[in-house]
Structure formats: structure tokens, C-alpha cells
Nanobody
């Protein structure tokens, strides 16, 4: 079955950087736009960034210029480079993708389980 698995989370100090990865696996026919979301404690899930097949990117205003989303279509890999981290960046980071399974007729939404990022001094 199609799966998204995130990795790269951890605990860092303010101002440091992290690179998160999301790998798609399983019987995939087509990987369309992919996104990163953040679930902060006590807050609603927040969209952060999106990347399309043609590598066009979109970012939420709250993280503009600090985070960079990239993709490697050959490896079904999406990454989020996070710079100048702040305590308010703490949360669970989730990968979401529009994916057409092999043999499927349309794209469906898939989510990973998330990876925890804690920014604290």
C-alpha cells in the first residue's frame, strides 16, 4: 500500500537548522503536489509549504524565507529545509501528498505519521 514516512525531526536550539524528509513508497503511479503541515500543541494543523511536479513552490507567510521545500521525483522524496528555527516552530511536522496509486483512476490524499520537532533553549 502507498505510504508516506517522515524523518529528520529532533530537538534543537533557537537559530539552528533541521532538514526533514518524506519518502513515498508502495505501488505509486503518479506523485502530484506534496505539502508539509505542522501540528503545534493546542493549535490547529497549519499548512506550511507545497511543491508541484514542475517544482513550483508555495509557502505560508509565517515561514516565508526560512523554510525551503524540495523534491526528488526519482526517489519519491520531499524535503523541508528549516533555518533560523524559533520556539514557535515546535510541533509535529506531517507530509501530505496527492498520489495516484498504480491501477487507480484518480489522485487521493495521503498523510504520513509525522515527525516531532522541538525548538528550545
Amino acid at each position: 500500500q502507498v505510504q508516506l514516512v517522515e524523518s529528520g525531526g529532533g530537538s534543537v536550539q533557537p537559530g539552528e537548522s533541521l532538514r526533514l524528509s518524506c519518502t513515498a513508497s508502495g505501488p505509486i503511479a503518479h506523485l502530484s503536489e506534496m505539502s508539509w503541515y505542522r501540528q503545534a500543541p493546542g493549535k490547529q494543523r497549519e499548512w506550511l509549504a507545497r511543491i508541484y511536479v514542475n517544482e513550483k513552490t508555495e509557502y505560508a507567510d509565517t515561514i516565508q524565507d526560512r523554510f525551503i521545500i524540495t523534491r526528488n521525483n526519482d526517489r519519491s522524496l520531499i524535503e523541508l529545509q528549516k533555518n533560523s528555527l524559533k520556539p514557535e516552530d515546535t510541533g509535529v511536522y506531517l507530509c501530505q501528498g496527492r498520489i495516484r496509486p498504480r491501477g487507480g483512476l484518480k489522485d487521493d490524499d495521503y498523510w504520513g505519521q509525522g515527525t516531532q520537532v522541538t525548538v528550545s533553549s
